[in-house]
T-cell receptor, first 111, second 115 residues
Framework: GEDVEQSLFLSVREGDSSVINCTYT??????LYWYKQEPGAGLQLLTY?????DMKQDQRLTVLLNKKDKHLSLRIADTQTGDSAIYFC???????????FGKGTRLSVIA | GAVVSQHPSRVICKSGTSVKIECRSL??????MFWYRQFPKQSLMLMAT?????????EQGVEKDKFLINHASLTLSTLTVTSAHPEDSSFYIC???????????FGPGTRLTVL
């Protein structure tokens, strides 16, 4: 079946950039998402990218997509302590199909 | 942006009781809602897909008689955990897709603890 893989942990210093990587196996994925989950809370949609795009930037967030390698990354510029959370990568074939999630990357920001 | 609410946010119940969780789209009509379950330190696992006015489609391994899903209107889906047991303790999250959009919006989740 399809799979989404992420590294489990990332630790960065406050003010540095964070890069969270994700790989997926389903070449028919059309939508690729990044969600943020703070402790005890639900998921917050950070951003998403269509498979026909290479890059999307939204304020401090930059998403890069390498469709050939099925690799997605999320870069957070000027990382703050409030960015500490678990970040989930997910893909889906369409907006009407369930998302397949990675296991999440726990980002720890050191002051 | 689109808002999805869940109620209750946290529930503690005794083994053998049934618990109903509501998922509401507050400012849009949700033609499709999804129910996910998240075990501690794990990713989300899809339980079922719910389309308004039709029966839910359950994923393999999810008991439809135990996890009753009702999507009675375009803004409300409910998940009822019947005869809950401690192993049902988990974080349940719903998501909703608005008509004519491609994005799913997630609720804040409901933490169920069965004693």
């Amino acid at each position: 079946g399809e799979d989404v893989e992420q590294s489990l942990f990332l630790s960065v210093r406050e003010g540095d950039s964070s890069v969270i990587n994700c790989t997926y196996t389903d070449s028919s994925s059309t939508y690729l998402y990044w969600y943020k989950q703070e402790p005890g809370a639900g998921l917050q949609l950070l951003t998403y990218i269509f498979s026909n795009m290479d890059m999307k930037q939204d304020q401090r967030l930059t998403v890069l997509l390498n469709k050939k390698d099925k690799h997605l990354s999320l870069r957070i510029a000027d990382t703050q302590t409030g960015d500490s959370a678990i970040y989930f990568c997910a893909d889906s074939f369409s907006g009407n199909t369930p998302l397949v999630f990675g296991k999440g990357t726990r980002l720890s920001v050191i002051a | 942006g689109a808002v999805v609410s869940q109620h209750p946010s946290r529930v503690i119940c005794k083994s053998g009781t049934s618990v109903k969780i509501e998922c509401r789209s507050l400012d849009f009509q949700a033609t499709t809602m999804f129910w996910y379950r998240q075990f501690p330190k794990q990713s989300l696992m899809l339980m079922a897909t719910s389309n308004e006015g039709s029966k839910a489609t359950y994923e393999q391994g999810v008991e439809k008689d135990k996890f009753l899903i009702n999507h009675a209107s375009l803004t409300l889906s409910t998940l009822t955990v019947t005869s809950a047991h401690p192993e049902d303790s988990s974080f349940y999250i719903c998501s909703a897709r608005a008509r004519n959009t491609d994005t799913q919006y997630f609720g804040p989740g409901t933490r169920l603890t069965v004693l």
